[in-house]
């Protein structure tokens, strides 16, 4: 029986260049800090622990204060 494999291009096809290595490590660590939020929030929701109508605006909030926008910033200018 022959396995097929996934198409995997040779090189990214896209790459982010950070200004520097210091703003590459903030938006590694910040990344972890959303993503760590964001799938707590998503497994409480799935489980029905929490109420995601009830908790939106504040979830919202919350990803405004753990850094999202400087993320957004930080990602984007890599892009130019």
């Known amino acids: 029986e022959k396995k097929q494999e996934a198409a995997k291009p040779a090189e ?3 790459q982010i260049k ?3 290595a210091d703003k590459q490590a903030e938006s590694d660590l910040m990344a972890e800090e959303l993503k760590a939020y964001v799938y707590e929030k998503l497994a409480n929701w799935c489980l029905g ?3 995601v ?3 939106w605006d ?3 909030k919350e990803l405004e204060v753990l850094g ?3 993320w957004l910033e930080i990602q984007q200018a890599g892009w130019k």
């Open 53 to 55: 109508e009830a908790e």
């Open 68 to 70: 999202l926008s400087k």
């Open 12 to 14: 990214p096809i896209t």
């Open 58 to 60: 504040g979830y919202l």
């Open 49 to 51: 622990t929490a109420d």
């Open 18 to 20: 950070y200004e520097s």
